[in-house]
């Protein structure tokens, strides 16, 4: 027998959340988890956790953590640039002499470029300069803007770097600028990855042809997104006391699948307690460390400004569902308070077919299928525009019961095709041995 494992439809999870959109016809829509839906999920990974259309279709989505930037739109900056002398530099180029006056900080005022041509330097427009030596952080990619071509345009451009403009490294082999339009559509592509910084950045054609090169008006660098900020919930556990060879431990069960990351321990009144934290899946499997020994503590409760312990951070996201808190010294009679912190995950999901839309949760039988998610949004954003993101779509404030605990329950199918195998192997078996006593019974033959 084996275990059914293939989504079939919403009547295969416990409960759905209708959803609202933010937006209309995003394409792409962001949801937030709370905990109700951590606490209907059964399985570790929240594989079942998935996005239904009107229809009853499942949709392409993809669980993304809080500290993901996959779903937020980077921030930009535009830069000074300066063009070039029009010299070829991979037909010989030239003794290229830069004069440069910078100011205080570092940034470039004014320029003065020679060329000292060769015997085979060939005259080529559309190369620039690009002052990025104001700039604390890492540049992602450059964005070029450029005046709207009568013609179309293609173009393929590398990416020099220095920090004094006279030692200059490769930082982009080779990237193509497109600008096209047809039927009154227009695709344009004009964003530069680089690998790795430099103060000052050159850009160059790479042999450069007979159509059109772009008439640059503007150069944006590309930073990463902002750090997001940290939104942290919390579940908070009473537990059992237990004593385990001579030592006394607290108990504590997780009622849901949560992606903990911090831990806290809370007694009444002024206290400080050495604890460590330990936790495990199932309830017969070994204890796994977590976190300390360390000590939380608590001074000032009765003067109304208490002084707490900082919460203690795991080593990695534990989803478990069985903890257990061990103390260093004794605790009294009041009993613990285990306080396990999480950071909300986000839901992405493809928006196909008619909404309404919803997410479903809860299902020992249904998975989500993978979908490639960060991939399809950096296409969106090539697209669209790199401040794109997608939509947020929000959850209903009660959840609608679909299948409940039934769902929960794990369903198992009977595998007729082995069972008919191994019937026709004992069948074909008993056949020989019965041939053989027929055999050994009858009287020898003269």
Do not use: C
């Amino acid at each position: 027998m084996s275990v059914v494992a293939n989504a079939a439809s919403r009547d295969d999870y416990a409960r759905q959340w209708p959803l609202t959109l933010g937006q209309e016809e995003s394409g792409a829509y962001r949801v937030l988890l709370d905990e109700a839906v951590y606490r209907s999920a059964s399985e570790a990974s929240l594989a079942d956790v998935e996005v239904f259309n009107a229809q009853g279709q499942p949709l392409p989505a993809a669980l993304l953590s809080p500290a993901q930037p996959l779903a937020q739109a980077p921030r930009t900056l535009a830069l000074p640039w300066f063009p070039l002398p029009a010299l070829d530099p991979a037909a010989g180029g030239g003794d290229l002499r830069l004069v440069a006056e910078r100011d205080e900080a570092g940034g470039i005022v004014r320029i003065e470029a020679g060329v000292a041509p060769r015997d085979a330097a060939v005259a080529v427009p559309g190369q620039w300069l690009v002052d990025a030596s104001r700039l604390r952080e890492p540049v992602r990619a450059l964005r070029l803007e450029w005046e709207r071509p009568r013609d179309s345009l293609q173009a393929r451009y590398r990416v020099e770097g220095s920090n004094d403009l006279r030692q200059w490294r490769t930082l982009n082999e080779g990237t193509t600028l497109l600008d096209l339009e047809r039927g009154g559509e227009r695709l344009r592509q004009g964003r530069i990855e680089l690998d790795g910084q430099a103060r000052y950045l050159r850009l160059l054609p790479v042999r450069p042809g007979p159509g059109p090169l772009p008439v640059l008006s503007g150069v944006v660098a590309e930073l990463a997104p902002p750090p997001p900020q940290a939104r942290w919930e919390w579940v908070e556990l009473e537990g059992q006391r237990r004593n385990e060879g001579g030592r006394e431990y607290f108990e504590f069960e997780l009622p849901g699948r949560f992606p903990v990351e911090r831990a806290d321990v809370r007694l009444p009144g002024n206290n400080a307690v050495e604890w460590t934290l330990h936790s495990r899946e199932r309830g017969d499997a070994s204890w796994i460390w977590r976190a300390g020994p360390w000590m939380a503590f608590q001074v000032g409760a009765g003067a109304g400004q208490a002084s707490q312990s900082d919460p203690r951070p795991l080593a990695m996201v534990v989803r478990d569902r069985h903890w257990r808190l061990g103390a260093g010294s004794a605790v009294g009679a009041q009993a613990p308070v285990l306080r396990l912190g999480y950071r909300p995950e986000v839901v992405v999901f493809l928006a196909q077919g008619e909404p309404p839309y919803a997410l479903a949760a809860g299902s020992a039988n249904a998975r989500r299928a993978d979908a490639p998610i960060p991939a399809l949004l950096e296409a969106l954003r090539r697209q669209r525009g790199a401040g794109w993101q997608p939509a947020p779509a929000y959850l209903a404030p009660e959840p609608e019961e679909l299948a409940g605990e039934r769902a929960l329950a794990p369903q198992r199918q009977i595998d007729w095709k082995s069972l008919l195998l191994w019937a026709l192997l004992v069948g074909g078996a008993v056949l020989v041995a019965a041939l053989g006593l027929s055999l050994l019974r009858q009287p020898p033959r003269d």
